[in-house]
């Protein structure tokens, strides 16, 4: 095969060497077994096995959405966003659905558990690509703007049922970003914030939901209670400093930093790497945008073009949150570091995102005649007529 | 189209970079700039987070006589952070405690919350522990305070303790912010007014180093104190009111007519609130709750008896008011009525002979009533008696009151599927029967007889401007006037029955009351246990009344015999002059 010199190397090699950077981590967060882990049965090695079968898997997953063509999944767009939210809806249905902490988030799915939130981020990206692209699309009729914007809201609905806050602003933005990308007008964006005033008036009346949403700013004053997670990675990534305590050294995951190998992997990255490792990962992220962003501004098709900001944005967006988050810029929401953190959902559709962007990255000729899975399948189906079993 | 969009996407990649930016700087000011800080955080040193509790607000009686006090208490907590393994069993020796246990609270517990082990130390045991505080870091020795009870006994019924955060208020959010080791307010006012009281605990984010020193204050805040709180009542009143029923059982409320104000409530036998401030032991509290004497139920306001005589005045009113009999009406008083197979004694054998409304109530005669009540009928009776607040809950919130019960025509029909009977309404009128009240509740009618008819909301906190009465009872002044003058008949003259009560200092109005425990004719030779129970309600001065009460002797007797005495030195602990009470304590 010979379309291995057109493809973006930079972006697969980025992804790769965070996802093997990740499974560093995730052993060196888990293989100290506490007394906590070791009450519920957990050793050394137990969460990088699992670990290392969710990136197998995504490694698979991410080479077969590299096969998929644009225009397959153009047409997948909508049958794609209809699965997602019944996936969505599933997490309420008790048998199927599993809840942790109060929240119903995820669907059982042998042998673990799926989180549809992550999978309805990549969904409303095609589809928003979908809708974009098509002929009559008029970025300057309201009509155009508030379609997407209500199945967002559809989506926005349900997450906050279960709740989910972090799934719900990552839609949210994500989609406004995207229209706003393809030239809506400002005034429409704007109209948005009209929804915003229900909430500033619940917040004022209730002045202790603010204040727990405002807790981050000041985790001092509550170091025991709802600021302790982030005086925790405070302290994980200040004692790290330029060069870090060293790789299996950090301190702060033994149990004193909750969600160590998921949401606030990072911290414990910058406590045993230091800053200098710290921002690489920074870094390497920023560039996998950068990359996305060119292959976005060659595309040659407007779902093309749509799509590879969409899929950029999703995963540089989801980057900069979990950052934010650990550093105490943003209040504490659910998310997880893209490539690094331990959990499979974010994992695969992130990977998805990948395998997307390093196919669209190839000249448009090569898709057509190479990669449409279609196509293939039909040749080989000819070949095989004209051969027969001999073949 | 994708012309607009070209400049946008600058817009959002330059905004996405800087971001990007943003985060690496903000890395930079947590990791490298304020590294050092956090370094030493984490590495030799730990956070300690102290609640520093706020002093509970003083609860003081209507004259600003302090009831409670707060004192010190000492007691030793375990911070798990500083412990080393092999101390857990040395410390759990040296201060006898279960070794097993202890490491089942470590394993519960929030990181850096200390473990409280035991209270109430004694100033050798604190030199004791201190002596080897460097030995083991992990030992806090903390001073806290605990709740005095100055009275003891006195007015515990009302003042009430407290206690432990118990497992099911520990899940209600307005106990979210209430550390697990608290105590809060459990009964009586402690528990009414616990938020008046609690104030806001203080914090301290303290650091420390790895023997426990503290090495420097990161954040504090300090505790806010509750607030005090004047009670309605008079400790000396209540004192003398409850030396006054000496070994006897039963109930005292007294109120001011003017206002409401609750100004003693008493319900005997009662207990020591101090065994509770501490948490009350598991034997003690056996003992209180299996006394046959029952000192937990609050008398005043949970037992219900019938009113016996005291509720002569309901159907006097009720006959004066559906003027089916004038002041000066009188009937003949031959020792009893019969009616059918029934025959309805006075509680004077012979008889009191001809008599008019006046002596009817001074000498109590149940003919004189028998024949009142059957010419007002029940339902006037009972529609009288509810205006004065009796058969249903005064409000008094302490504990859930009981609401006695007033009969009627309907009632009998609803509950007993039985039409009414005119004996039904004999007994009715002198107060026996079906006719069921709270202490409670004959204070709030008496209050209202003496002041002229209002009914005010009964209020365990001194009031410092006027209130508003919440009804006024639909009843002529000239009846309540008639009424209030038999009352002071009832212990000014002679043949009186509430003789007991006439007092030298203040001029006394009264109605003395029997109920009924067995029907039995010779009741004063019974054994204590199936004596009837006394009444007495009472008010002071008759003229302008400043106080309104009644007592309520649980077998006492006849009310003239024992209640209108202990009636009698109340008012007069109330009314005498007040000279250096304020200096009592």
New interface residues.
């Given amino acids: 095969m010979s379309f291995g010199k057109t493809y973006d190397r930079w972006l697969l090699i980025i992804t790769l060497l965070l996802t093997g950077f990740g499974m560093l981590m995730i052993y060196s967060s888990t293989s100290v077994v506490t007394p906590t882990l070791a009450k519920r049965n957990i050793t050394e090695f137990y969460y990088f096995k699992k670990h290392l079968f969710t990136v197998a898997v995504g490694l698979i997953v991410m080479f077969a959405a590299s096969k998929v063509s644009p225009a397959l999944l153009r047409k997948l767009a909508i049958p794609l966003l209809l699965v997602s939210f019944v996936l969505l809806i599933l997490v309420f249905v008790p048998g199927i659905g599993v809840s942790a902490g109060g929240a119903k988030r995820w669907i059982r799915l042998w042998p673990s558990t799926f989180q549809p939130s992550e999978l309805v981020k990549l969904a409303m990206v095609i589809f928003l690509a979908r809708f974009m692209s098509m002929p009559e699309?008029r970025?300057d009729r309201f009509f155009y703007f508030f379609m997407p914007v209500a199945i967002m809201g559809i989506f926005q609905v349900v997450f906050l049922g279960q709740p989910d806050f972090g799934a719900a602003m990552s839609l949210g933005v994500l989609t406004i970003?995207m229209l706003?990308?393809?030239?809506v007008r400002l005034r429409y964006i704007a109209s948005l914030l009209l929804f915003c005033i229900p909430i500033v008036i619940k917040l004022l009346q209730e002045p202790y939901r603010l204040k727990r949403i405002t807790s981050f700013l000041d985790p001092?004053?509550d170091?025991?209670g709802s600021g302790?997670q982030l005086?925790q990675s405070?302290?994980?990534?200040?004692?790290?400093?330029?060069t870090g305590v060293g790789l299996g050294k950090s301190?702060?995951k033994l149990?004193?930093l909750p969600e160590v190998h998921t949401d606030f992997i990072f911290s414990m990255i910058?406590?045993e790497l230091?800053?200098i490792v710290?921002?690489i990962v920074?870094?390497l992220?920023?560039v996998i945008?950068?990359r996305g962003?060119s292959i976005?501004?060659r595309a040659k098709s407007?779902f093309v073009?749509y799509l590879s900001?969409g899929l950029s944005?999703m995963l540089?967006f989801q980057a900069?949150v979990n950052?934010?988050v650990v550093?105490?810029?943003l209040p504490t929401k659910g998310l997880p570091l893209p490539f690094i953190s331990y959990g499979g959902s974010s994992l695969f559709v992130n990977m998805i995102a990948v395998g997307i962007l390093i196919n669209v990255s190839r000249p448009e000729q090569e898709q057509k005649t190479k990669d449409d899975l279609t196509e293939i399948i039909k040749r080989k189906k000819a070949k095989r007529a004209v051969y027969g079993d001999a073949l | 189209?994708?012309?607009?969009?070209s400049e946008?996407?600058r817009?959002?990649?330059f905004a996405?970079?800087l971001?990007?930016l943003?985060?690496?700087v903000?890395?930079?000011q947590?990791?490298?700039l304020?590294?050092?800080?956090?370094?030493r955080?984490?590495?030799e040193n730990r956070?300690r987070?102290e609640k520093v509790p706020a002093p509970r607000g003083i609860i003081y009686d209507r004259n600003g006589i302090p009831l409670v006090k707060n004192s010190p208490y000492y007691c030793v907590s375990l911070l798990p952070e500083m412990l080393k393994k092999t101390d857990l069993n040395a410390i759990a020796k040296f201060l006898n405690i279960d070794a097993e246990e202890l490491n089942r609270k470590i394993e519960n517990r929030?990181?850096?919350?200390p473990i409280k082990l035991k209270g109430g130390l004694s100033f050798k045991e604190v030199a004791f522990i201190e002596a080897r505080l460097s030995d083991y870091p992990a030992l806090i020795i903390d001073v806290e305070e605990t709740r005095h009870y100055l009275y003891g006994k006195v007015g515990a019924h009302l003042i009430g303790y407290l206690g432990k955060l118990n497992p099911s208020q520990a899940k209600r959010p307005d106990f979210k912010d209430i550390p697990r080791e608290a105590f809060i307010g459990q009964w009586g006012v402690e528990k009414l007014f616990d938020k008046t009281l609690r104030g806001i605990p203080g914090k301290r984010?303290i650091e420390v180093d790895a023997l426990g020193r503290q090495l420097r204050l990161?954040?504090e805040e300090p505790p806010v104190k509750g607030d005090d709180l004047y009670l309605s009542i008079d400790i000396n009143l209540q004192k003398a009111a409850e030396e006054a029923f000496g070994r006897r059982t039963g109930a005292l409320v007294a109120l001011k007519p003017s206002t409401g104000e609750i100004l003693s409530l008493v319900s005997r036998p009662s207990f020591d609130p101090n065994l509770f401030a501490r948490g009350i032991s598991y034997t003690d509290w056996l003992r209180l709750i299996r006394s046959r004497k029952a000192p937990m139920l609050n008398r005043a306001l949970q037992s219900q008896y019938p009113p016996g005589s005291t509720f002569k005045l309901i159907t006097a009113i009720a006959a004066l008011e559906k003027e089916v009999i004038k002041p000066e009406t009188t009937f003949n008083c031959t020792g009893g009525i019969s009616h059918g197979r029934w025959s309805f004694g006075c509680w004077k054998p012979g008889g009191h002979g001809t008599l008019s409304l006046y002596r009817a109530i001074t000498e109590s005669c149940d003919v004189y009533f028998y024949l009142a009540g059957k010419e007002a009928g029940i339902n006037s009776i009972a529609e009288y008696a509810r205006q004065f607040g009796l058969g249903e809950e005064t409000g008094i919130r302490l504990v859930k009151e009981k609401t006695g019960l007033i009969p009627d025509k309907a009632w009998k029909k609803r509950v007993k599927n039985e039409p009414w009977y005119l004996g039904e309404t004999y007994n009715a009128s002198i107060g026996q029967g079906y006719v069921l009240t709270t202490p409670a509740q004959l204070a709030m009618m008496i209050s209202a007889i003496s002041n002229g008819g209002y009914i005010y909301e009964p209020r365990l906190t001194r009031i410092e401007s006027p209130v508003e009465p919440v009804r006024k009872v639909k009843v002529k002044k000239e009846t309540l006037d008639i009424i209030k003058d038999a009352l002071r008949g009832v212990v000014a003259d002679e043949h009186g029955t509430g003789y007991a009560a006439r007092s030298t200092v203040v001029d006394i109005g009264g109605k003395t009351g029997t109920a009924q425990v067995i029907s039995a004719k010779r009741r004063q030779q019974v054994p204590e246990a199936l004596r009837d129970h006394a009444w007495f309600v009472a008010f002071a001065p008759v003229e302008n009344p400043e106080i309104a009460l009644v007592v309520f002797v649980e077998h006492g007797g006849h009310g003239s015999e024992t209640a209108a005495p202990i009636a009698k030195k109340a008012i007069e602990a109330y009314l005498s002059p007040k000279e250096n009470k304020s200096e009592d304590r």
Avoid: C
């Fill in positions: 699309y970025a970003g706003f990308l393809s030239g001092w004053k170091a025991k302790f005086v405070f302290i994980a990534l200040g004692s790290g400093g330029l301190r702060q149990d004193f910058g406590e230091g800053f710290a921002t920074v870094v992220f920023a945008f950068l962003v976005a501004n407007d073009y900001y944005m540089a900069l950052f934010s550093t105490g810029l | 189209m994708k012309t607009n969009g946008r996407i817009v959002i990649a996405t970079v971001l990007f943003v985060l690496t903000r890395l930079l947590l990791q490298v304020q590294g050092e800080k956090f370094k955080l984490s590495n956070l987070i929030k990181p850096f919350e984010v990161l954040h």
